[in-house]
């Protein structure tokens, strides 16, 4: 499959965006990008620096100094997060930085901070991104874009279970709270809501083992591209 294209994944907390995306991402040769991480990064940046982010003035000129990358990390076979060239990957993951990212996240000038540099990725295509506004603002015009969601109850768990694998200390309570809020937060915001793009395709994982996600999603690439490929799009 020569024709490289951008797929775009949204959805709700925790109902397995990332790793939808990381493994389309391997099996395709394409770069994966976590968008969430981005603003967990932007968000422990002014959680250790005392910014305080509702004072405009001051976080507008916070954010010069703020510089965001990605690399591979050959041990863990992951890709981890670099603020300012230090890895956070762990620290963005906290039950601090979760509560606090919602309200940072609403803010217009770090979505528009962020959303740029998100453009910037998908020059060259053969892109996954996963976040909350990807179909809808940041790839508008996404030859494909999956909108995730799973149930509740399940996403709480899948959470849980994946915070304890990572040494995060948390109670099941505490997760389901954090993504209640979050949900309620990233849906009714202002700038860039979440919701489903017109053109997007619903996927429900519920009962799907990530090995059937997955492949679900790989035979719409398949057809997606085949249908550009014949001229149909
Ligand atoms: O994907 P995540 O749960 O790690 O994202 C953390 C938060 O970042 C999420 O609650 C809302 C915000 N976010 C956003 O507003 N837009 C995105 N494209 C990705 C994440």
Do not use: W
Request: hydrophobic share 35%; glycine share 6%; aromatic share 6%.
């Amino acid at each position: 499959m020569n024709t490289k294209i951008i797929i775009a994944i949204d959805g709700h907390a925790s109902c397995g965006k990332s790793t939808l995306a990381r493994q389309m991402a391997n099996m395709l040769g394409y770069t994966y990008v976590d968008s969430g991480a981005m603003y967990r990064a932007v968000t422990l940046y002014f959680l250790e620096n005392g910014i305080d982010y509702r004072n405009k003035g001051q976080m507008v000129s916070a954010l010069k100094n703020i510089n965001i990358s990605f690399r591979y990390n050959e041990k863990t076979e992951m890709p981890e997060t670099l603020l300012n060239g230090q890895v956070v990957e762990k620290e963005i993951r906290s039950m601090k930085i979760s509560e606090m990212v919602s309200p940072v996240s609403a803010i217009k000038e770090v979505r528009e901070f962020l959303v740029e540099q998100q453009k910037q990725m998908g020059k060259h295509k053969g892109l996954t991104m996963d976040g909350r506004d990807i179909g809808t603002v940041v790839f508008p015009d996404a030859e494909l874009k999956i909108f995730l969601t799973s149930n509740e109850k399940i996403r709480a768990e899948r959470r849980f279970i994946e915070l304890h694998k990572k040494g995060i200390d948390a109670t099941l309570e505490e997760v389901i709270h954090n993504l209640e809020s979050r949900d309620y937060e990233d849906s009714h915001r202002i700038t860039s809501p979440l919701y489903k793009a017109g053109d997007a395709i619903e996927l429900d994982n519920t009962n799907l083992s990530e090995e059937q996600q997955l492949e679900f999603a790989l035979n719409l690439v398949k057809e997606k591209i085949s249908e550009i490929e014949k001229g149909d799009n």
